[in-house]
C-alpha cells in the first residue's frame, strides 16, 4: 500500500480556536473543522453550486454550506441523500495538524431528477396565452373591490374573446417566501430555478415562475399605488424572479424570448409615471418586450381621501374598460407577430446581450 504523504496546515492549538476554516492542501481547497477537540477535513466546495463551506456553520456534526444550507458530516463528507464530499484524513502530530494530500473517500454524486421548472423553454404552440398577475393585498376571506384586478379582469376577457388562452393568478393566493438574499452572497448562488423553489416543496412561488417562464406569451401586471409605489406585494413577488434575469448577468441564458408584458396601474395616490417606469426597468431587464402605450393608468391625485368614489368612477368607467380591452388588443397583437417570426439565436457571450435585444426589436420591421 502507498504511503500516505501528509500536508502540514498548522499549529493544532491555533486552528482548534475556530470551528469551520478553509485551508489549502497542495492545491486544493479543505474545509477544516473542529468539535471538541477532533478535526475533519473534507472539500471546501459544496456539491450544489460550488458554495464555500470553509465559510459555513456547524449544526453538531454537520457541516452546513452558507449559500443555501446543504450540510454534510463534517468527517466523512456524506450527506443525508447519499451524496458525498471527497473527504481527507486528519492527524496531530507534536501539536500540528496534519491533512492527507490525497482524498481518502471520493467524491459522490448521486443522479437527481431536475426540477420541473429546470427543463429548457420550448416555443409555445397554439392559442395566444395570456397570463395575469393580480399583485392587490386583501385579506384572506374578506374579498373586497380592487380597481386594477377588475381592469386586469377586463382585459384577461377580451383576449379571451380573441380566442387566447387566459390565466389569472391572484398573487395574495400564493404562499412563497421573501427572496433569501442569496444574490447578495454571491451572484452563482443566485440559481435558476429559485434556490428556494427547490429546497422547499410547499413554495408556490413555482406557479408564477412557471407562468412566466414556461407558459405565457403575454404578461400583464396589475398594482395598486402605494405611497407612489407599487405594492409591496408586487415587489416580494419580483424579489424573488431576480433568479430569471440574473441568468442573463451570470450565464447569458435567456429564459424569456419573445414575450410581451403591459401594466395596469391604480390608485388613489398619484406617481404613476414612476410606477410604470420601474416596472419597465424590471420586466424589460428579463427580456420582455412592450407594444406602444404599455401600460394604462388613473389616479386621482395625492389630495383624493374619498376613495370610495375612486372605486365607484373606475368600476363604471366606460374609458377605462375600454382601455384595459385595448391593452390587451395590443399585446395579443403584438404576440401574435413575435409567434410568425423566427426566434432569434441564443447569444454565446456576455456581450450578446444588447445584440439579442436589438435582434429581436430588427423582428418588427416589415422586410424580416
Not at 477544516?32 to 460550488?50: D, I, K, M, W, Y
Request: net charge neutral.
Amino acid at each position: 500500500m502507498t504511503d500516505i504523504r501528509w500536508v502540514d496546515v498548522g499549529a493544532a492549538a491555533e486552528l482548534a480556536r475556530t470551528p469551520v476554516r478553509t485551508v489549502k492542501v497542495g492545491d486544493r481547497s479543505v474545509a477544516l473543522t473542529c468539535v471538541a477537540g477532533r478535526f475533519g477535513a473534507v472539500s471546501a466546495r459544496c456539491l450544489h453550486v460550488g458554495g464555500p463551506l470553509g465559510e459555513g456553520r456547524l449544526d453538531g456534526d454537520e457541516l452546513v454550506c452558507p449559500w443555501h444550507y446543504w450540510s454534510f458530516d463534517r468527517v466523512t463528507g456524506r450527506s443525508r441523500y447519499g451524496d458525498a464530499l471527497a473527504a481527507y484524513t486528519v492527524r496531530v502530530e507534536d501539536g500540528r495538524v496534519l491533512v492527507s494530500a490525497e482524498p481518502a473517500s471520493a467524491r459522490v454524486v448521486r443522479p437527481h431528477t431536475p426540477h420541473p421548472l429546470a427543463r429548457t423553454p420550448e416555443p409555445p404552440r397554439g392559442p395566444i396565452r395570456v397570463l395575469g398577475l393580480s399583485t392587490t393585498a386583501m385579506t384572506a376571506g374578506q374579498p373586497r373591490y380592487s380597481t386594477s384586478e377588475d381592469l386586469l379582469q377586463t382585459a384577461l376577457s377580451h383576449a379571451g374573446t380573441r380566442g387566447c388562452e387566459t390565466q389569472l393568478q391572484r398573487v395574495r393566493d400564493l404562499q412563497f417566501r421573501e427572496c433569501e438574499g442569496f444574490y447578495s452572497k454571491a451572484a452563482r448562488a443566485c440559481t435558476w430555478p429559485c434556490s428556494i423553489t427547490m429546497m422547499d416543496p410547499a413554495d408556490q412561488m413555482e406557479r408564477i415562475y412557471e407562468g412566466v417562464v414556461h407558459w405565457a406569451d403575454v404578461i400583464l401586471v396589475a398594482t395598486p399605488i402605494r405611497w407612489g409605489s407599487a405594492s409591496s406585494l408586487y415587489f416580494k413577488m419580483i424579489e424573488r424572479m431576480n433568479c430569471i434575469q440574473n441568468q442573463e448577468t451570470t450565464a447569458d441564458r435567456y429564459l424569456l424570448r419573445n414575450k410581451v408584458a403591459a401594466f395596469v396601474i391604480t390608485g388613489g395616490q398619484d406617481n404613476v409615471q414612476g410606477v410604470a417606469g420601474q416596472m419597465m426597468t424590471f420586466f424589460g431587464e428579463l427580456g420582455c418586450q412592450f407594444p406602444q402605450f404599455p401600460f394604462i393608468a388613473h389616479s386621482r391625485g395625492w389630495s383624493a381621501e374619498d376613495m370610495e368614489n375612486n372605486t365607484s368612477y373606475v368600476r363604471e368607467s366606460t374609458a377605462l374598460h375600454d382601455g384595459a380591452r385595448a391593452l390587451a388588443e395590443r399585446c395579443v397583437q403584438m404576440a401574435t407577430l413575435f409567434r410568425s417570426q423566427a426566434a432569434p439565436a441564443q447569444p454565446t457571450t456576455r456581450g450578446g446581450r444588447k445584440a439579442h435585444e436589438l435582434d429581436t426589436h430588427a423582428q418588427l420591421r416589415p422586410d424580416r
